[in-house]
């Protein structure tokens, strides 16, 4: 049970966009200021774009931007542009299987184990939901200076 | 991002281990309860045991039996003994890397991006701590005459 290694490469790329200022960047640029490799920061990148979290600028000076604020991009946005959706337990409705569900007809409610497990994951996704990478960017105190540094550094 | 189908496998297995009195049973039995493959099955029982969740009888009316009370397994502790851990998130350091991670020396706290993840998989888990196979049984609602179909049709 593991993320894509996508959703931490998105967040901090998503956070840098922010401490240079918003972009457009190039997706290579983006990509060396982590050593990430490019191609797969790009398909990265195309799906935060596809969930409206950064817009593609054409051009030799464009690249990605933040379609938004960091005060408007939960935790949740980003694992679900990069994922699909917060879900890691799939009921495959055994219940209905065997000699067991060969007792009844097919049932009407949903499975009490099946809701029980997304009972537990809709708490995991409403704290990811009430988290946003503004906050996280405050968190690591990235001082003014430190931004001048981030931005030459990328040039 | 995806739980191994033996989570599901081994609530619904440890849930009618209870229906039908607490074992033991063969798990070849117990794979028959919902058409599960038996070499499978066993791997996850096995787990289970390993965490103290059923226990394994010897002998030809041997199998596996409850170890614990329903009241006291919670959802945790089978994600757990199943999983390993519950924990999607994968911090790979990649602030430490490239670019950025070359303007700063190796960080000392945990990263505020993992720390936020971190967060969000806490209230996931506290929710599967919350909530106990005992519980679960209550909602699928076994009548006294639905587990003795089950025992009937298990023997």
Same mark, same amino acid.
């Given at each position: 049970m593991r993320m894509s290694k996508g959703v931490e490469?998105?967040? &901090?790329?998503?956070i840098n966009l922010d401490v240079i200022g918003g972009g *457009?960047? &190039?997706?290579?640029r983006l990509a060396e200021a982590h050593?990430?490799? *490019?191609?797969?920061?790009?398909? /990265?990148? /195309?799906q935060l774009a596809q969930a409206g979290l950064v817009s593609s600028v054409s051009g030799p000076h464009g690249g990605f931007?933040?379609?938004r604020a960091l005060?408007?991009?939960?935790l949740l946005d980003v694992v679900e542009a990069i994922e699909g959706d917060v879900k890691a337990? &799939?009921?495959?409705e055994i219940r209905c299987e065997g000699k067991i569900g060969a007792l009844s007809p097919p049932p009407t409610r949903t499975c009490a184990v099946h809701a029980?497990?997304?009972r537990a994951e809709d708490a995991w996704r409403q704290a990811l939901a009430a988290q946003t990478l503004a906050g996280i960017r405050a968190d690591l105190n990235v001082t003014p200076a430190a931004a001048r540094l981030v931005r030459k550094a990328l040039d």
């Open positions: 490469w998105a967040l &901090h790329t998503l *457009p960047m &190039h997706s290579g050593g990430l490799s *490019p191609s797969y920061l790009t398909k /990265q990148l /195309q931007r933040l379609a005060e408007d991009i939960t337990f &799939h009921c495959t029980a497990m997304r």
